[in-house]
């Protein structure tokens, strides 16, 4: 029978980890749990008897603030040899590094009479890389061999050379060991709790630490991962415990996510099929973190400048001055049986890589750091430059050459995902509404970064080719016939005329009139669009609409917090309002507060929560990100540094606060050398700002 309770991850760097109720993988049940690491399922089953029979769960936790997951088990009925159910009580924590997963069982017996227990421990590497989780067929693979030397050891020879090791060690002497199981016998005294260890390394170290000893160093490293985050971060609180569960779930699952890199922290993008580097995603999550978190933003800029693309290479879709669009490990990325090992296929993300940059410099004043990116940034620009250039409309517009690439490369990327009204697939190269949107954003981020560097000629005419996108893109792709922009233009250049999200992110970098802002404000906040719980990816009067398809019909709160950030830019805060209440009550009615990386687009009824979509990454990044992006919308905030000051004015417009929120502190603000604490608090009229601190290099601006 499936787990009623949902998957548990954890994730450490290259290693993640998603177990059931017992802290336990049991691929009968689930097929995608496993312990992962560097792209490769190392642990495929890990399964714990008593007595020969699985204990049973009284309760788990996913401890969030410290990336620990404790699971507290009973042994089962006692008609196996063994004492009466639930006398022998079991706390199971697991805790991951980098290289190894280990766990801490603390037996306690309440029998009145020491006991002998035994335990059985079931244990299986398939080895499978991610692809092959996910439903990819390979001809042929490496060989796995198994080692019994006082421990169970499975190695993975590899079709690049690689070995791959699991290796089990206990801190107890094992009684005897066979293909895929060890078995050993613990003496109970009465009430008295009895410890044992376990390690699952990957890397084994040539004098490796005793396993408790292991565990103690592990359990350390984690607590004082999740709390350096807290500390250098700004800290959001409010008088809503359940909005609180949100924040700290939603913080804790970013940094469980994030992944140390050269210039700090990379966030990936979501266990389980996305646990890797990726562009769009990691450029979107940091922006959407800015607010609290800018180190984030710090680690994706030096990590995508790194790996800019700087030749041609069409089996990777790449070209010079293109950001990363993903970049996997695993041996079916290493043989190129999939060309996502390093890999350039997306449109989007080379503007927001400008875009994030030009935000960055703004809230931080890192100019140093941003000043050394700049012959990446003038890449990243001529390359924008080249793709419109060859281009017959002068749009940014992509097309895949990577033989398995991505047919689609905006965030839609599914197959179906940019068609005509009538349901036809767009064909040809294709120009999407809201990457002409990110280019024009890019314009004006690069200008603003050149500016604060003394260069303001060159800034002058970006500024006015921004100018000129902005009047072409209106004329191309607005449509009166359904009072928005076009989803994206052909290879034609005819206009697909479908209400879709995708116009809502040409609010959030300002290149839509103040009229069709207006329009597009009106139809994504429409019952055919925002269904309760959030926006629809595409309004369900559509051809394709499909309320459980990817892309065509389902609620992505990452593409909500981008609209909201949008829809606050035009004055539109009230809608932007609407969006963050549906996902705070979708939080509420999912487990964890875990927003997943998308849900179905059901029309919302009384009593029944928000549709899950089945196969959805969960934490996903910039989902958990996506209340930090709509706290800024709602609280109308905006960072402006003027020319040759070192000044920096905190401008907070029209804030408001949904419903059940009456206060919201937002304390260690932090704009560079600059500092500010600030308290929003909400009447039945309006929303009032209370500056509880600021260093003096700090202005507030409030403004209706």
Known sequence: MPDPVP???????????????????????????????????????????????????????????????????????????????????????????????????????????????????????????????????RSERGRTHRGHDGTLELIYSGLDGEDRLTVLRLSDPIQDVSEDTIELLITLEPRQTRRLFLVLDFHPASIPLGPEEHYHTAMAATVDRFRDARRSAAAVVSDNQAFNSWLMRSFSDVHLLASQVEDGLYPYAGVPWFSCAFGRDGLITARQMLMVEPRLARGVLGYLARRQASVDDPAHDEEPGKILHESRLGEMAALGEVPFARYYGAVDSTPLFLMLAGDYLCRSDDRDFVASLLPELQAAMAWIHRAEATSADGFLRYLRVAEGGLSNQGWKDSDD????????????????????????????????????????????????????????????????????????????????????????????????????????????????????????????????????????????????????????????????????????????????????????????????????????????????????????????????????????????????????????????????????????????????????????????????
Not at 23 to 49: D, K, M, N, W, Y
Not at 64 to 81: K, Y
Not at 84 to 100: C, D, G, K, N, Q
Not at 417 to 441: F, K, N
């Open 7 to 137: 998957p548990f991850v954890l994730k450490n760097e290259e290693t993640f980890a998603i177990l059931d109720s017992r802290g336990e993988i049991c691929p009968e049940l689930q097929h995608e749990a496993g312990i992962f690491h560097r792209g490769t399922r190392h642990v495929s089953r890990l399964q714990l008897l008593l007595w020969g029979r699985s204990p049973v769960v009284l309760s788990s936790t996913e401890r969030g603030a410290v990336g620990v997951l404790v699971s507290h088990l009973s042994n089962n009925n006692g008609d196996t040899g063994g004492p009466a159910a639930m006398t022998v009580h079991l706390e199971r924590s697991t805790v991951l590094t980098p290289t190894a997963c280990l766990q801490q069982f603390c037996f306690t017996s309440y029998q009145d009479r020491p006991i002998q227990m035994p335990l059985t421990l079931r244990l299986d590497a398939d080895f499978r890389d991610i692809f092959e989780v996910r439903g990819y067929h």
């Open 417 to 704: 995902s940019i068609h005509h009204a009538d349901g036809r697939l767009a064909e040809g190269s294709i120009a999407l509404c809201e990457v002409q949107a990110y280019a024009y954003g890019a314009r004006r981020s690069l200008a603003s970064i050149l500016q604060r560097l003394g260069r303001c000629s060159e800034a002058q005419a970006l500024l006015e080719e921004a100018a000129a996108l902005r009047q072409r893109f209106h004329k191309a792709f607005w449509r009166p016939a359904i009072d928005s922009y076009a989803l994206a233009l052909d290879g034609e250049g005819q206009p697909c005329e479908v209400r879709a999200s995708n116009a809502g992110h040409c609010l959030w970098t300002g290149i839509a009139t103040a009229q069709a802002a207006s329009a597009i404000a009106r139809h994504l906040m429409a019952p055919t669009s925002f269904n309760g719980w959030g926006v629809r990816t595409l309004d369900e009067r559509e051809n394709r609409y499909n309320p459980m398809s990817y892309h065509n019909g389902s609620i992505w709160p990452h593409d909500n917090a981008v609209i909201g950030m949008g829809l606050a830019r035009y004055g539109h805060r009230s809608e932007a309002l609407q969006i963050l209440t549906g996902l705070f009550e979708t939080a509420s009615a999912v487990p964890m507060f875990r927003l997943p990386e998308l849900f179905c687009g059901f029309p919302r009824r009384e009593e029944e929560g928000p549709t899950f979509y089945p196969v959805a990454c969960s934490p996903q990044a910039w989902a958990s990100a996506s209340v930090f992006g709509l706290l800024e919308a709602v609280t109308g905030m905006s960072i402006e540094r003027e020319q040759g000051s070192s000044r920096v004015q905190v401008r907070l417009r029209n804030p408001c606060l949904p419903k059940g929120l009456n206060l919201l502190d937002i304390n260690g603000l932090r704009l560079g050398e600059e500092e500010i604490n600030l308290q929003f608090h909400r009447s039945d009229h309006d929303v009032g700002v209370l500056v509880r601190g600021r260093t003096p290099g700090v202005d507030v601006l409030i403004m209706k």
